[in-house]
């Protein structure tokens, strides 16, 4: 299981829920300021579920910022350059499931 420590970006918290080959599960936990910086997937899809607190999920390629409530999704596709924050810099929690392929990282 992958701790919070092993990221390469710092956040509150980051609880993995379920892995298989080419999908998994988890749960970010960003405190006031922390984010997911820019990056992008190869192979993943990442869809997004809003649990506690707004959050913002910018893009390039297009370009947008897009705002999650408690109970939103949002899926971002391959490809697409991304970051995570919570919505003004404020705490947030969210569920994410990366999938179908494998997984990989690609800071922008």
Partial sequence: ???????????????RIAE????????????SG?????HKHTDVNDQFFCMDGAMCIETRMPA???TLEKGDTLKIPCGQPHRVMGLK?????FLIIQGVGEYDF???
């Avoid at 299981?1 to 990221?7: R, S």
């Fill in 34 to 38: 922390d984010e997911v910086p820019w």
């Fill in 89 to 93: 810099g404020e705490a947030c929690r």
């Fill in 106 to 108: 690609v800071p922008e």
């Fill in 64 to 66: 947008s910022a897009t």
């Fill in 1 to 15: 299981m992958l701790q919070t420590e092993e990221l390469p970006y710092k956040i509150e918290r980051y609880e």
């Fill in 20 to 31: 298989t080959a080419g999908l998994r599960v988890s749960i970010l936990t960003l405190a």
